[in-house]
């Protein structure tokens, strides 16, 4: 435990321009050759729309003001072709355009994505992991696409086809991308062998209180059948929130209640002290508000003055979340928010808009986007009520909670998971909680590619921290799915 910690800081996200976790190719450029592809797809098919998405259009075109707004954030975008810090050109040029493409990826899972280094070997380049995200990277850094997708009625209507699209990730139609090539040479099959020495590799960079892994194969990693053609995996969302065999991530100082563990693999995006009840989340710095966060909840303002620890989670790694302490779980729910929405100063307003948007927007998306919430009463009363919140970005269409109300949890209990995406998690403390946290030399922010493992220790009670008494509130039922 005698890493380097860290006391805390400003929440100040930085201009780097990256793709964090790797839900998206680096190079823009095998983006673009997949919406080519994708395109091509669309023209041999010419599907009918499915439902959710014909009544998007109709939606859309029975609206005069969304609909000048959906025009408006495509033509926009391509007209910034020539501007663009990237210097590519978006692929999708008009709304009827993306109709067609989003009505292609209802029926296709994501794909895992080669680049040639320069010494000519091949390396990971991302997946497509969000895929309509790709579609949406420039119109949604416009100024109409602000308005588009800060629109509830759009966020409803992206809910439920993004619920289409989950259906056909959970059917073992979607099990192609785990063995088979796709058309084009950027892309190769989920469990070839060298998809899965990047996944063996991105469990042994991670580290924490026990040091960097030293696995040798996936299933050594992951419970799994090599044995089967799918190696057990039933659809490609099971693939995706596949479970750690047990002992990969062995809990940090299990019996000490002062102890708390990290709940996501996943790198730091920022520590902040002193957090306001309400702030104006939506300007430069997206300064964390935690009325917003915690979507006005009779807790919330029980964590006015406390601490946020932010971290972004990994596309090769897992996506399931552990509970951070041991405790009792007060409350947890769903609630429901925007899918494509990020800050105005990460867009075309500025002189360098985010290159992968919406990521360099995670603070805002605390108070705007799809978000689980669970409650925890620690055991340890010197940390008391603490909050998990597993935030929700892009297509992230589900956020299951495993746990209900009354449930005691240990350290490092299952709380829940991200399907068919996932992007980041907060840990919210009270004020009266003073705590040291653990980076283990990394620094954070959107730019950090480093996870830090699950179960790992990542904070720890400060000694002599007086808890404050607990108001008495009303329980809520506990909400599963979004």
């Avoid at 020539?82 to 210097?87: A, I, K, V, W």
């Avoid at 998971?417 to 907060?426: A, I, Q, V, Y």
Wanted: glycine letters at 8%; aromatic letters at 12%.
């Amino acid at each position: 435990m005698n890493d380097d910690h860290a006391k805390g800081s400003a929440h100040q996200p930085c201009a780097f321009k990256s793709r964090p976790g790797g839900w998206l190719p680096e190079d823009p450029r095998h983006t673009g050759n997949w919406i080519r592809k994708l395109k091509n797809v669309a023209a041999q098919r010419n599907l009918e729309l499915v439902p959710p998405i014909k009544e998007f259009k109709d939606m859309v075109h029975s609206d005069p003001k969304l609909y000048a707004n959906v025009t408006e954030m495509f033509s926009t975008a391509f007209l910034h072709k020539q501007n663009t810090p990237l210097g590519w050109q978006p692929e999708v040029q008009d709304f009827n355009e993306f109709l067609k493409l989003l009505n292609v990826i209802m029926t296709t899972a994501p794909e895992c994505y080669v680049s040639s280094s320069s010494d000519g070997t091949m390396q990971a380049a991302g997946m497509i992991g969000f895929p309509i995200n790709a579609l949406l990277d420039w119109p949604m850094a416009t100024n109409a696409g602000y308005n588009v997708f800060a629109n509830a009625l759009v966020n409803q209507q992206f809910k439920r086809i993004l619920k289409y699209w989950a259906q056909f990730l959970e059917t073992s139609d979607s099990l192609y991308v785990l063995v088979n090539r796709a058309s084009d040479e950027g892309s190769i099959a989920w469990l070839s062998d060298m998809a899965k020495s990047w996944i063996v590799n991105a469990v042994n960079l991670a580290i924490g209180a026990n040091g960097g892994g030293q696995f040798h194969s996936f299933e050594e990693i992951f419970k799994s059948d090599p044995k089967d053609l799918y190696y057990g995996f039933r659809s490609w969302d099971a693939f995706f929130v596949r479970e750690f065999v047990d002992g990969v991530r062995p809990v940090s100082e299990p019996d000490d209640d002062n102890v708390i563990i990290n709940a996501c693999e996943s790198a730091p995006y920022a520590l902040t002290r002193g957090v306001s009840l309400l702030d104006k989340f939506w300007l430069k710095d997206q300064p964390y508000s935690l009325e917003n966060m915690l979507n006005w909840d009779e807790y919330s303002s029980q964590f006015a003055g406390g601490t946020v620890y932010q971290a972004f989670l990994s596309a090769l790694s897992y996506h399931r979340w552990h509970s951070p302490v041991t405790g009792t779980v007060k409350k947890a729910l769903v609630v429901n928010g925007s899918y494509y929405l990020g800050n105005e100063y990460q867009s075309f307003l500025v002189d360098q808009p985010d290159a992968a948007g919406p990521n360099n927007s995670q603070g805002f998306l605390t108070a705007v986007a799809t978000r689980a919430l669970i409650f925890i009463e620690a055991d340890n009363p010197a940390i008391g009520l603490m909050c998990f919140i597993a935030v929700g970005m892009a297509e992230v269409s589900s956020c299951e909670i495993t746990v209900r109300l009354g449930d005691h949890v240990r350290k490092g209990d299952r709380l829940g998971m991200f399907h068919f995406g996932g992007s980041s998690h907060c840990l919210c403390f009270r004020h009266d909680v003073e705590l040291e946290f653990y980076h283990y030399g990394l620094t954070p922010g959107p730019g950090q590619t480093t996870n830090i493992q699950i179960n790992t220790v990542i904070a720890k009670v400060v000694a002599g921290t007086t808890p404050l008494p607990v108001a008495g509130t009303t329980p809520h039922t506990c909400c599963i799915l979004a």
